[in-house]
C-alpha cells in the first residue's frame, strides 16, 4: 500500500483557514504550516491562521 500523504504527516483533505494581514484577504489551503503560506491576493506572508471549524 502506497500512502504517500502519510510520509508528510499531514492529510489532504484538511484545510486550513488563513487571513491576510497586509490586505485582509480571507483564504484556505491545505497547507499546515502558517511560514509556508502566503496570501494569494497580495503574495505577503505575513498572515495569521483563523480558527476553523469543520
Ligand atoms: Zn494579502
Not at 500500500?1 to 489551503?29: D, I, N, W
Amino acid at each position: 500500500m502506497k500512502r504517500l500523504t502519510s510520509m508528510l504527516g499531514r492529510e489532504p483533505s484538511r484545510e486550513y483557514e488563513y487571513q491576510c494581514l497586509a490586505c485582509s484577504e480571507h483564504f484556505v489551503t491545505d497547507e499546515a504550516h502558517m511560514a509556508r503560506v502566503s496570501c494569494p491576493g497580495c503574495g505577503s506572508a505575513d498572515v495569521r491562521s483563523v480558527a476553523a471549524e469543520h
